[in-house]
């Protein structure tokens, strides 16, 4: 073989091999802008859905905290007979105030089942569904309560309590539904 073809030979060989090169790293390229891409989107489906949780989280238990004060408040009006009226003023201001807490709780929860997904929408709902429950549990306490014998207001506290462990129990689900969903990796499954 003369040196001319050698050469030749020499140059097409060193083409080939950087052209290759040149193939395989823009393949890898490409996938890795393919995975950023899709890293990028799930950050930035993921911040708007975090907030919503967080919101609707916190609303929520704000309203549920003013409705076990007002339960407090009118158990205590059994306790201390002396301070009746006042604790059961105590219970109808604290009520009013998780009421209108509760409104702007309708908000946080209608972006939430914006956010989605299914899940997480499902539990805010039973959420809901429950606090509203407890609230009319509690509603239900306080009408007549003057005028009623204290065995029946103990008997209407009973069955607040069942409606507090339910809305706890829906809560809490909402929270580990919601952690679930935050918590999910796209790059990892596929």
Sequence with gaps: MDSGLAAVLG???GAVGTGGAAAI??????SQTRMQLRADLQKSLREPR???????????????ELYQ??????ELALEFPDSRSECLEGTRRLY?????????????????YV?????????VVKAGGALGEYRSALLEALQGVDEVPDSEVVSRI?????????????????LYA?????GYDPLKSG
């Design 50 to 64: 975090r907030a919503a949780y967080v919101a609707y989280a916190e609303g929520f238990r704000n309203s549920f």
């Design 115 to 123: 956010e989605g997904p299914l899940e997480v929408t499902s539990a």
């Design 25 to 30: 790293a823009a393949l890898l390229g490409r």
């Design 11 to 13: 140059a097409t060989v």
């Design 178 to 182: 919601a952690s679930d969903a935050l």
């Design 158 to 174: 009973e069955k607040i309590e069942l409606k507090v462990s339910a809305a706890h129990r829906s809560y809490l689900k909402f």
């Design 69 to 74: 004060d007002a339960k407090r408040q009118l």
């Design 96 to 112: 009013g105030q998780a009421f209108e807490r509760q409104k702007r709780l309708e908000h946080e929860e209608s972006v939430v």
